[in-house]
């Protein structure tokens, strides 16, 4: 019965995905929809790959939300979850003998949870025996010799260490058997040999280091194999699939196995499901499947592997569906890995890099549904595929250089407050007398810097409106552009002097405060050395990345924005240290400076104003400082404790959303670009009144052209009144304004 039931559900699954491929056969061949587009169904609609499967209705029958997930081949639908018993149970008992701890329904037995240290006494009818999560050690010889009709047997997550040879004799008809999850060391020859029709066997999470030549003896009608985690070396002897002819499925994930060759796997000729993920292979000879002719899922994901002969997958291009190399630190892929595989649905590549992709890669797999890259630019390769993951890096989107609307919006809106705010300031310090002109032109010299920030951010900007709708397309030749590496050069300079001449900046204002009576103030000619260092040192740090490109790798152009914020696996070592001296070396060292030295002038100031004998002028002007230290301190803490977190957290390889950086390059970066033309300048004492007394002249003389052309105005009105013959006397003839009242002079 389970037999034809586990049948029919194949037949049925195969049915579903023959009709599926046949689906997207038609729709690769659909004339009216052109390429990267997909039919609604049986609907003449067309909609964009970027559409499909987003979990948005876009068509109007919904067929673009249809056949999502990636179930291609029977090894999703067959055992999904093996542990779980799924019986509809009917009332009654028709055991005579059971625990009163337990439940019984019928033949069926569960004693889950209750605390057992040995097999209980059953009656000999029970079919099925549950004895999960308890405290059994060891399985005797005569354990289940009582038991001849038992079908299912569950003893996983116990405390098993022993299983004698002869434990599991007499169960001719037991079928499904789970020892996972104990702490099974070995298994005797023949320990399985009575077990003729025994069709699934989980023995993962266990300490089997090795398994013996005849460890499986006797499992002639096994299909389902799992040996999970359990620290297996090598591969069971090639004799293992001998003494098991039907086995399709082999479960070999998170071992310790390091060779994989042809000769191991040559006599599992019926294996459709093979499973080698997280072990430490290194290298797959070209003939390893030849014999492996029934395979439809290969999962070879987290290895070890570097290379790939070209004809690897030849022997299998008829009958695999679902292949996974992901996470490989494969060199190359070649353009002729996949020329075979004409039936593949799912093809995962996630965390590999292909700096050769190129479109014919993927166009001969004319039935894949499915694909998986390690970034989304690479989806515009795959045209063809309706499903492409990920479809976004959270900054980018297959649309738009900028995923979020928010986002397009903020970046014109960072681009104006930053440019206008920093040259408003410039215009005004160039109009107005300064107090200090070597601290104006140190002003200064910081506003044209942040305003590069802004340049910066207004070109992200201009760029995401080229690419508006097709970003995607364009999304490596993007990333690989001078251009892209001309704006993210422009926002690390631009980073890296702000934060050294604050630093100059603070050390300045320290020494003047904490010291007032030292002769430690630079001069003109010192502070044109300072500055133009800082630059210096500000140009190397952003162009050293840019001189040599196989120790950097594309630097600026790891995402959409071209700022190298977050670290990834694929970033080069070279890169990542530099990464780590810039953002958590100088900037980190620069922040702390500006905090303590910040702390040390306001405790000066507190410490020095206890002398003074106002006390109401005292405390007003100590809140004012201390409000304006405050801001300062809290404003380089907000735009630089979010990065130095991003950074470490990058670099713990912790898995941080692409969002979360695109916002802190957006808003987070700019901040002290766009707060310091208040802080260092719109909120001093000096330049308000400054202000205020240019404005006062400007209002003065604004009234003065307004009072002297209505006196004109006056004038002309007089003499067009007057008769023609009339002649004006002497003493009522115009004066010059100017030379009689010296206000107007």
Sequence with gaps: MDAALLLLLLLIHLTHTHIKALTVAGSTDEASCPLGHFPCGNVSDCLPQALHCNGVKDCPNGADERFCGDNNGWADLFGQNPNSVNLIYLDGCFLQEYPERCICIQTVVECVEVDLHDVPQLSPNVTWLSLKNNQIRALSDTTFSGYPALERLFLQNNSLQLVSTDAFRGLHRLKKLFLNEN???SLSPGVFRDLHQLEWLMLDHNPLRILSQDTFLGLQSLTYLSLVNTSLQQLPPPSFCQNMPNLGWLDLDENQ???????????CRNLE?????DNRIRSVPENTFQSLWKLTDLNLSGNRIRELPKNTFKSLSRSLIKLNISHNPLVKVYPCHFNH??????????????PEIQTKMFLPIKNLTHIYFLTFQYCSYAPHVRSCKPNTDGISSFEDLLANVVLRVSVWVMAFITCFGNLFVIGMRSLIRAENNLHAACIKVLCCADCLMGVYLFFVGVFDVKFRGQYNRHALFWMESVECRTIGFLAMLSSEVSVLLLTYLTLEKFLVIVFPFSNLRPGKRQTVV????IWLVGFIIAAVPLMNEEVFGNYYGHNGVCFPLHSDRQEKPAARGFSIGIFLGLNLVAFLVIFFSYSSMFYSIYKTGINATDLRSRLHRDVAVANRF??????????????????ILSLLQVEIPGTISSWVVIFILPINSALNPIVYTLTTSFFREQVELLLCRWQRRHTLKKDRKSLTSSTIFMESSRPLSYQQ?????PVSLTAADPRYA
């Design 257 to 267: 196995i390091q060779t994989l060759n042809n000769s191991m796997l040559r006599p």
């Design 341 to 354: 595989l004409t039936n593949l649905q799912s093809l995962a590549l996630e965390g590999i890099e292909i």
């Design 729 to 733: 006397p002497a003493y009522l003839q």
């Design 530 to 533: 300072v500055l133009a260092s």
């Design 183 to 185: 702490k099974i060391s």
């Design 273 to 277: 499901v093979l499973y080698l993920m």
């Design 630 to 647: 405050f801001f300062i301190v809290f404003s380089d803490a907000l735009c630089w404790i979010p990065i130095f977190l991003v950074k």
